[in-house]
């Protein structure tokens, strides 16, 4: 069943996710992350990073990556609930469905999905806060 309005959309995010899963590609998601880290924020970006590397392990079912993959489309778009141009709110919306997409995928966030997202987090934000990063963690 597909959202009738905005408003179911934000209410049922899981099933709305598959329109932006067709935008999700690794190269998109760098290039998105590189050239926005800064604007989105290093919470939006350590969420998408989680994500993104419990994506990558083999042992992540595909009912999991099909998720992300949705939740990484929906950072890629440009157009979404509340479209990326916007000054200042225009990633809120990301983030509220990353964490949705983070804690739906939880049990396969492993150390070793935290210790890759960290080492790349750092590349764009060397001066990251702890509490920032143990703020997102605390969704899983």
Do not use: C
């Not at 069943?1 to 995010?13: F, L, S, T, V």
């Not at 960290?118 to 605390?138: A, C, H, I």
Request: hydrophobic residues 40%.
């Amino acid at each position: 069943m597909k959202p009738e309005n905005k408003k179911d959309q934000a209410e049922n995010p899981d099933e709305n996710l598959e329109q932006y899963a067709e935008k999700f590609t690794e190269k998109k998601l760098w290039h998105k992350i590189t050239r926005f880290a800064q604007k989105i924020g290093a919470k939006t970006v350590y969420a998408a990073l989680l994500m993104f590397y419990a994506y990558k392990r083999k042992d992540t079912p595909s009912w999991a990556k099909k998720i992300v993959i949705g939740v990484l489309g929906y950072l890629i778009s440009p157009i979404d609930f509340l479209p990326d141009l916007s000054p200042i709110i225009g990633y809120t919306d990301d983030l509220g469905v990353l964490s949705f997409g983070l804690v739906t995928i939880a049990a396969f966030v492993n150390e070793e999905v935290r210790k890759k997202a960290r080492t790349q987090l750092g590349k764009w934000f060397p001066s990251v806060q702890e509490e920032d990063l143990k703020e997102v963690e605390s969704k899983l």
